[in-house]
């Protein structure tokens, strides 16, 4: 009952508002799933605790103001050991005569010394996690851990949740452990050892730089995924046909494990009635129910705050159903070859000497419930507030317009309640109180500038009124 | 505080409306997840029960800092037998509503099982009044 009263402060997040580019416009504040938008002085300002870092807000935004802040690529040159960690949704974004050893030639090329899939670790994990949907002390439905977004999302706005949570790590953190360990008995030193994830999201960053259940990630850094696109990209272009570079020696992944990160990619794969729900939208109808008990019986959910899972990340530059496209393309095609070589899938798969030292280390502690729904610690205090946000919500016009800065009425009205905001940021409740005499023109302009900065207009371009004739 | 919502008999598309709201309300007051678990999942039954087996009702819910007590009140057939009601497995449930994934009987002893108070009260041909209460788990 003490824990989800719990919210802690310094999560990570990586979507920030690039000040001198927002514009004001609302698009983030409307579509943010969780409401952690509001806008204050001309500018877009995220509320850490509410933020899941899903990125729509990156998506809607019409001038680029979002952007996801990831790490310098010229740190990876601190190390001597660069392994690039790329997710399998990287090879599609490239047209299919694009090679993957293509692909990873060009990433040895610009500086990296090893380039590895972080689907290596679907292997392992899915065996674990075979065993693990089986155990009955486990809540049901088991929730996949793989999207960050989504397990924040559960932590934030499902806490009830937060048991159901598979304590697992996701694939990424099992192939970089992976990687350390080798490296290391091969006779790196372990500060000699960084490892650097493509990120196709947000959410990944802010997993990695603050983990859920679990104290450091085996992850050095975080480059985005378009930000190494466009750089590969180039390099293919501006080099000749076959003179490839020499390409780092990696096993090929199993048919699964390209698919993993796709919608279905886990679901299929777990026995029982196994359900993939991908958009984020759709996650939040969905534990609804599963919340209220309106649906039960389901034994693993695959939750993806992404359309398309992966290809739809907010990071990849191709159209996600091409992604998908490639992706099928590239399983179905490994998985003819792996049955013409006659080899199991885990015969070929070079971690499988490292299980054993892996497995005890793939467990997450529980994820702990950080609602951010309560009005007040005290239910008291919380009661009173509620019923003031009542009060206020009845008296505002419901039309949801976002001039006050918040994403609708009722939001507006929560602020209120908790003294974040003020009844004259509503323009008709505003209009109404200068009309009574209640407050002055220059009040109200005040009040104005508050939410809008003084320059609203004038960033418009100036002299453009058009409330002046012959324009 | 007290809060109301309407039932409509037959109207299955909006059943959980009432337990989909109050389980909003109730984490807004930061009632502990647990208690938030068994009430929404009680008054979802008798939710449930008033569309499958009622015309029409109305839920009050009446929330204190020590308890929540709700009132499910219908017009419908009314009970004949509430302890036979009660016994686990019993059910009138018509084919259609069996259909829909109701009727296994299990919503008057899922309810019992999660409140702490259960009192019905039932005339036959008029309707049924449900009064349930969970003490709440203050830290
Ligand atoms: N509000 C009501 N009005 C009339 N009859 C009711 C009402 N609530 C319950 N009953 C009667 O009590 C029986 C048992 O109810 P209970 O909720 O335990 O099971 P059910 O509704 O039949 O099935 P289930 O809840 O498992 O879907 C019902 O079949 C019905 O005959
Ligand atoms: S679905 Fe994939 S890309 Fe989208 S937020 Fe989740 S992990 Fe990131
Ligand atoms: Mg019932």
């Known amino acids: 009952m003490a824990s989800d009263q719990k919210t802690s402060t310094g999560f990570h997040h990586a979507l920030k508002v690039k000040q001198e580019v927002c514009i004001g416009c609302t698009h983030c504040m409307t579509v943010c799933p969780t409401e952690a938008i509001r806008v204050k002085d001309g500018m877009a300002v995220i509320t850490d605790e509410r933020c899941v870092d899903c990125g729509m807000c990156l998506r809607s935004c019409p001038v680029k103001a979002i952007h996801v802040d990831h790490d310098d690529f010229n740190h990876i040159f601190d190390y001597k050991y660069r392994i690039a960690l790329v997710p399998a949704v990287l090879i599609g974004q490239f047209p299919e005569d694009i090679s993957v050893e293509q692909i990873y030639s060009v990433l040895a090329d610009i500086g990296f010394t090893h380039v590895y899939e972080a689907e290596h670790g679907v292997d392992l994990l899915h065996q674990t996690m075979l065993e693990y949907v089986k155990k009955p002390i486990v809540a049901k439905p088991v929730i996949s851990s793989f999207c960050p977004a989504i397990v924040r999302l559960i932590q934030v706005r499902f806490p009830a949740l937060t048991e159901n949570v598979m304590l697992l790590k996701p694939p990424l953190d099992v192939a970089s452990l992976y990687i350390k360990k080798r490296l290391v008995d091969e006779g790196a030193l372990d500060h000699e050892i960084g490892i650097f994830y493509i990120t196709p999201c947000a959410a990944k960053i802010a997993a990695i730089k603050s983990p859920v259940g679990e104290d450091v990630s085996a992850i050095t850094g975080v480059i985005n995924l378009d930000f190494i696109f466009n750089k590969i990209y180039r390099t293919i272009k501006a080099t000749p046909r076959g003179s490839s570079f020499p390409l780092p020696d990696v096993s090929p992944l199993t048919g699964i494990a390209v698919k993993w990160s796709l919608t279905h990619g886990e679901a299929d794969h777990i026995p029982g009635r196994s359900l993939a ?14 919340e209220n008990e309106e649906i039960s019986d389901i034994d693993f959910l ?18 996600r159903f091409l992604t998908v496209e490639r992706l099928n393309h590239r399983a ?14 885990n015969n070929q798969n070079e971690m499988a000497p490292y299980f054993g030292h892996l497995l005890p280390l793939i467990r997450v502690d529980e994820v702990q419930p950080r609602g951010i729904m309560q009005l007040d610690k005290d239910m008291a205090e919380a009661m009173r507030k509620m019923n003031k946000r009542n009060k206020v919500y009845n008296a505002l016009p419901k039309v949801d317009c976002g001039a006050c800065g918040a994403p609708s009425c009722q939001a507006l ?11 004259d940021q509503c323009f008709f409740i505003r209009n109404r109180m200068l009309t009574a005499g209640k407050i002055q023109l220059s009040d109200s302009k005040q009040i104005l500038d508050s939410i809008w900065g003084n320059n609203k207009l004038k960033k418009l371009g100036e002299g453009n009124d058009p409330t002046k004739e012959n324009q | 505080m007290q809060f109301e919502f309407e039932v409509t ?8 409306t009432a337990s989909s709201q109050v389980k909003k309300i109730l984490k807004q007051l930061n009632v502990s997840v647990s208690d938030i678990k068994r009430i929404v999942v009680a008054l979802y039954e008798a939710e449930v029960n008033i569309v499958a087996h009622a015309y029409s009702g109305v839920v009050t819910v009446e929330i204190e800092t020590t308890q929540v007590r709700i009132i499910l009140k219908d017009s419908g057939p009314g009970i004949p037998d509430i302890d036979l009601a009660m016994q686990q497995g019993y059910s009138t449930a018509s084919p259609e509503v069996r259909e829909m994934g109701f009727g296994a009987g299990m919503g008057l002893p899922n309810i019992k099982r999660n409140m702490d108070v259960l009192n019905i009260s039932s005339e036959v041909g008029i309707g049924t009044t449900v009064e349930m209460i969970a003490f709440l788990n203050v830290a």
């Not at chain 1, 009205?413 to 009844?423: G, L, M, N, V």
């Open chain 1, 277 to 290: 729900i991908d958009e984020i939208h759709n996650v939040m109808d969905f534990l609804e129910k599963i």
């Open chain 1, 332 to 345: 179905s095609e490994t998985i003819r070859r792996q049955t013409e070589s006659g080899l199991s899938a």
């Open chain 1, 302 to 319: 695959e939750l993806r705050a992404c359309d398309e899972s992966c290809a739809g990340g907010v990071l990849t530059t191709a159209n």
């Open chain 2, 9 to 16: 008999g037959g109207d299955f598309a909006n059943a959980g």
């Open chain 1, 413 to 423: 009205a929560e602020d209120i309640a908790q003294e974040k905001a003020s009844f």
